[in-house]
Structures are given as C-alpha cells and as structure tokens.
C-alpha cells in the first residue's frame, strides 16, 4: 500500500482507519507501565485553494498558533478495560513482519488530538510516524514496520483510553472466505460508538482534499480501488479492491449511503440490515421488516469473483441496489421502523458518513469539516451519487442542500444509520435495531433529536452558518463562498449536458414523463435530464441574487463595528458585481457542432428565466444553456425537442419559476 502523510491541526484534517481480524490482533495486557516517547514526524498544514476575492484589500487575519501536539506520555497506561468511545484498528488484517503497519484510533467524544504511543514487546519505544487529525471525528494514525510484537496504546492528558497488541506474521496468501448459507459475512463486531467514529474516519478520508478542489469520479468503485484514498484497500488480501478484478460499485444517490455502510461492515465484520420502504406520496413514506447479512443470502453469488467476494458483488448490485432508494431517507422523523434516524444539529453528530436527504428524493454524505480560514467562511462537504453512478464533492449550502419541513413530504434533513446488532441463538441469529427511544439512552448513540422538523427554512440554513462558520462572519466572503458554490454547480452541469447532447445523437429523441415523473422516473430520462439540478440552479442564483435579504435576517453576525445595514447591502452589491466580472469564474460548454463557448456566473444570473426550460435533453446544449434567440452563440444549435415536450414544458414551467417541487403523483398542469 502508498503511504500518505497529511498531518495537520485543525478541524478539516481527516484519519485513517483499518480493521484487524481475529489472531492477528488482540487486547494487550493491562497494568503497562508508561514508556519515553518514540520518534515522531512533524505534521504539515494545507493552505486553502478558492478563487480569490476581487475587491477585497484587506490582509486576512493572522492564524491563531496550533494547539500543542500530544506527546507519547499523553497516551497513558493500558487501562483495565478499553472505552468503547474509542475506536482502534490496524492495517492490514493480517500485518506482516518487516511490513508497514497503520493503527489508527478515533473518537467522536472530543475534537482533541488522540495520543498514540507504540511499544516494542521489550517495552522499548518504536520508530513510529504519527498523524493527528483533531476534529469530526477526531483521530491519530500510526505508521511502523515491526519485526514482532508490538503493543499500541491510546489516549489523552495522560489516561489510557485503549489499547491492543499487534502481532505479525511471515508473509502469507489468503484466500477470499467461502460461500457460507449462514451469513452474507460473518459479524464477529458489534456497533458502538468506537465503530462509529472509526466508520466516520474513513468515510472522511475517502473524500478528502484541499477546500476548493473538485472532486469528480464515474463511479464508487474507482475510490475504493485507489490505495491512496481507501484506507481499507485490499485489506484481506484478496484483491478485493483491485480495479480490475476487485468489487464493482456504482450506486445512484439512494445507494451510496447504503454502499458505503455496507462496504465498512463488511471489512469489519459488522452486522448491517436495510428495509424496504414505499416512496410515499403525500406523506411520509413507511418501511417493512429488517433484511439482514445475517441469515442465508437472498440471491445466488456472482460466479465471475471467488467466494465470499462473489456473494458482496451480488449483494451490492443485486439485493442492497435493487431494494432501497430514495424513500428510504424520507422516513417520518419520529418512525421507529426505519434505517436511519434523525440528528441533533451540531458538529459530533453531522460527522463523515451522516446522510442528508433532502424532501425532493435526492441524498447525500457528509464527508469533512473545513474550519474557517482567515476571512474565509467555514466549509461543509459532502458526496452524492448522480443516476448515472458518478460520485463529486459538494458543499453544504441552500443551492445543494434543498430544505422543507413540510411533513407531507416526509421527514427530511441529516441522518444517521441506526446501529444493527446480533440477537437470537447461534443456530437462528437476527439482527435487531434500537428504536428511537432506546437510541436517546444508549451510550454513544445520544444525537438523535427530530428539531430539524420545527425548523423553517430561514432558521434551518442560519442554525447550519452558525455551525460552519461560528461567531461573527465576513458577509463579503460569506457572498464570495455563495457565488464560487454557483459557479462549482454549472461547472458540474457542464457534463450533465454533455452527456445528454451524446446520447440523443446517438440514440435519438428521449421520451419525456408525465407531471411529477420527470423529477422522478427510470431509463434515459433519468439518466440525462436534469429538472432536479436545474431547480437547485435556479435556488443557487436566487441566493446569489438576493445575499443582502440573508444578511439582513443576521445583522448582528454580520456588521462590522459601527457599520450600518444599509452600507453593508451597498458594499455587498458592488463587490458582486465585482465578482461576477471575475475572469476566473468562467466556463466552457461544448455547443452543437463541437465549439466551445465560454460563459461567466454573470450570465447564469442574467439567463435565469431560460434554466426554466432548459433540462430537457432533446434540446440543443445551446438552448440548454439559455443562449439568447438570434445570437451568435445559438447559431450553431441543431435540435429542438419535439413540440408536444415544448408544450408540456411551457405547462410546468410554474414549478421552475415558483422554485417549488411539485409532490410525488402530482400529474401537473393541463397540456395544451
């Protein structure tokens, strides 16, 4: 495996995670004696990487001084039984001798940096690299090359939290598990908040990068065979994540959450279950019994990958593609029988791997905190599966993240799978779920919390700001975040549009659904239409449009000393005008006869009107992109989509223009 070191201090850093199998790894001995710090390597810091504001003179403000480091001797003592808060790992599941080891630990009970210390079997301190990754969660990954056993110890201010023995082996080939009629893989753990934060950690490393960096992949499985970013890659030696003949997975946006669950529990060896749920129309949907990895495979394994890795493939695609979506995410807040449930806003319990799903059908996955930098607004990033199996990054904000309590609509907002667990006897094991009123009692699993419901949607994206970015904001960056999110969300609609445009030259015209269907159907509709992202465009440029309306909602986070409201909004108009002229926020689409023509965010801005046509595939990307009629730019636009979808068009245009999704079911305006 590559090594990557990516040390750093505050929040944004991310932690490896691992897994150990049984009889490589075990708990160490308690009542150790405290050990001389090993040596250490020296964490870096990542410098931001956004467009830089036009019109802003001011130097940023100076970084306050890192918090100091912990030292070996802060890891403490074996303690006489580890804290299940705690979570500890190593990689690979079965270390080698004279190979690098990686034992990462995480919390999510504090954002401090965990200590680590690393003892020979002599009790002599082992060369080690550390990294700390302090925040959602926090973590500290271990890097060494032992020769025979080594003891591991975790902790801070100077009390053992956790601690194991590393035992490695001679090199050995193994082999994938074999077909079993018991289990899809066997659950040998059990979630607990160590689990959580250790699945936290990994999702976070997964999708790490400098803020600002676009993040793009066709599909999951190109993350998880890049040894580079999967922190569990080819951990059982069995080339399970080898990209030729490695595990397949490309989910949709309903998938990915469920992927990236299932993936972990399964190089864990974690129960997991999944319900399948209606989609609900005019109400919250509602979910039937528990389907679980424990208990005889539902469908027959792949036979093209051996053993236990056939029977994953055939999971994946199979029975966890094929039996959740959506509605699963749109279960009512307060619903027991459900996957997920719903979460406190604040920072430990919107960690890595927490689902968002929003009240229109789409999800997406937390996947890293970025602290404030300078004047820079805080950045939260999450991930979300497209119908075509692509993966990007994205940020939190009102463009992206759609917001309605309307219950009608289900219960919306961030949340997190519940904790599945092994009941019954050995001959007959199930997996059972707490249900919401045990989850507020068991220990690590206190978040939930259904306020997101009693929320508007004013107080819902002021209550998420404040979160991101604490205590007073520049408003002037906080408008320059606003317009770079735009400008990333039309840079992501340029493929979109490509790919339709290919499609339809290919294939030829797409047919169009009916009313609410053509948010919501299947086939090339799906695939290459774009009513959902266009409407999230129009929000996107409403907010852009109108900043000052939010700062005035927040006077008091916003003004400087002395300043008025009214020269706040004027200083916020004229340095978005600025912005908007800014050369680096310009774009390029490939129009009809393969040209490229180049737009500006100022333009999404003055075409907004035309965005509410413009998502229909059938169309030429010229009329897609809002290319005014007799322009130049549309010369070169070779099709139409067919009258009958124009009319049909013209008929929900209301929708668009009112920014409002219509309900599951609702057939829509008369077509003339």
Not at 501 to 529: Q, Y
Not at 565 to 570: E, G, I, T
Not at 614 to 627: F, K, L, M, T, V
Request: aromatic letters at 8%; a negative charge.
């Amino acid at each position: 495996m590559s090594l990557r070191r990516r040390s750093c201090f505050l929040g944004p850093c991310i932690a490896a995670v691992f897994a150990c199998s049984s009889g490589t790894v075990e708990p160490a001995a308690t009542g150790d004696a405290e050990v001389s710090t090993p040596s250490e390597v020296a964490p870096t810091v990542e410098a931001p990487n956004d467009v830089a504001s036009p019109g802003r003179d001011v130097e940023p403000a100076p970084k306050p001084a890192p918090p100091p480091l912990p030292t070996a001797t802060d890891a403490g003592s074996c303690p006489a039984s580890d804290d299940p808060a705690v979570g500890i790992m190593v990689l690979p599941f079965h270390p080698v001798q004279g190979e690098v080891v990686t034992v990462v630990a995480a919390t999510l009970q504090t954002e401090a940096p965990l200590a680590v210390r690393v003892d020979s079997g002599a009790g002599e301190p082992l060369p080690v690299e550390l990294t700390y990754r302090p925040g959602v969660p926090s973590a500290t990954i271990a890097r060494f090359t032992p020769s025979a056993n080594a003891k591991v110890v975790v902790g801070q201010g100077g009390t053992g939290q956790a601690c194991m023995t590393v035992r490695p082996k001679a090199a050995k080939k193994h082999r994938p598990r074999p077909l079993s009629e018991a289990y899809t893989w066997p659950a040998k753990r059990r979630w607990d908040a160590g689990e959580e934060a250790l699945f936290s950690a990994w999702v976070r490393e997964m999708f790490t990068a400098p803020r600002g960096d676009e993040l793009a992949w066709a599909r999951l499985d190109e993350v998880t065979s890049d040894a580079s970013r999967n922190l569990l890659h080819d951990a059982y030696g069995w080339g399970e994540d080898d990209a030729d003949a490695g595990l397949r997975m490309k989910p949709d946006c309903a998938d990915t959450p469920y992927f990236l669950r299932g993936y972990f529990a399964w190089k864990r060896q974690l129960p997991f279950a999944y319900r399948r749920c209606s989609r609900g129309r005019g109400k919250a949907p509602k979910c039937g019994p528990l389907h679980g990895t424990v208990g005889a495979p539902e469908h027959e394994a792949d036979a093209r990958k051996p053993g236990e890795l056939g029977q994953l493939q055939k999971y994946m695609r199979r029975t966890l593609g094929w039996g959740v979506h959506s509605g699963n995410g749109r279960t009512a807040l307060a619903d027991d029988e459900t996957d997920f449930y719903p979460v406190a806003l604040r920072r430990g319990a919107l960690r890595p791997g927490t689902t968002y799903a929003d009240p229109y059908g789409h999800l997406f996955v937390l996947v890293e905190w970025m602290e404030p930098e300078g004047d820079s607004p805080g950045i939260l990033y999450a991930i979300d599966g497209q119908p075509d199996g692509s993966i990007t990054r994205k940020r939190f904000w009102e463009g992206n993240f759609l917001w309605n309590p309307d219950p009608a609509l289900g219960g919306s907002g961030f949340k997190n799978f519940r904790p599945h667990a092994v009941a019954g006897s050995s001959e007959e094991p199930v997996i059972e779920v707490p249900d919401n009123a045990t989850l507020q009692t068991k220990a690590g699993y206190g978040d939930y919390s259904d306020e997101q419901g009693r929320l508007s949607p004013e107080a819902f994206y002021d209550t998420m700001d404040a979160l991101i970015t604490p205590g007073h904001r520049d408003a002037i960056e906080a408008q320059r975040a606003a317009v770079q999110a735009l400008f990333e969300a039309a840079k992501v609609r340029v493929t979109s549009v490509k790919n339709g445009d290919g499609h339809v030259a290919k294939g030829g015209v797409i047919d169009m659904p009916d009313g609410h269907a053509i948010f919501e159907t299947t086939g090339a509709w799906e695939n290459f239409s774009t009513p959902a992202r266009d409407l999230r465009l129009l929000i996107a440029i409403d907010l852009v449009r109108g900043f000052e309306a939010k700062v005035a909602r927040n006077p008091g986070v916003y003004l400087e000393s002395g300043q008025t409201l009214d020269a706040l909004k004027a200083d916020l108009s004229k340095t978005r005008a600025e912005m908007l002229a800014n050369p680096a926020l310009q774009f390029t689409y490939t129009r009809s006869d393969g040209s490229e023509w180049s737009l500006g965010v100022a333009e999404l801005l003055e075409r907004a009107e035309a965005f509410e046509l413009g998502y229909n595939p059938n169309d030429c990307p010229e009329i897609r992109w809002g290319a005014p009629e007799g322009s130049a730019e549309r010369k070169t636009c070779r099709r139409r989509a067919p009258p009958l979808q124009q009319r049909k068009m013209a008929a929900y245009r209301p929708w668009f223009a009112q920014r409002q999704r219509p309900p599951r079911g609702d057939p829509g305006p008369a077509v003339e």
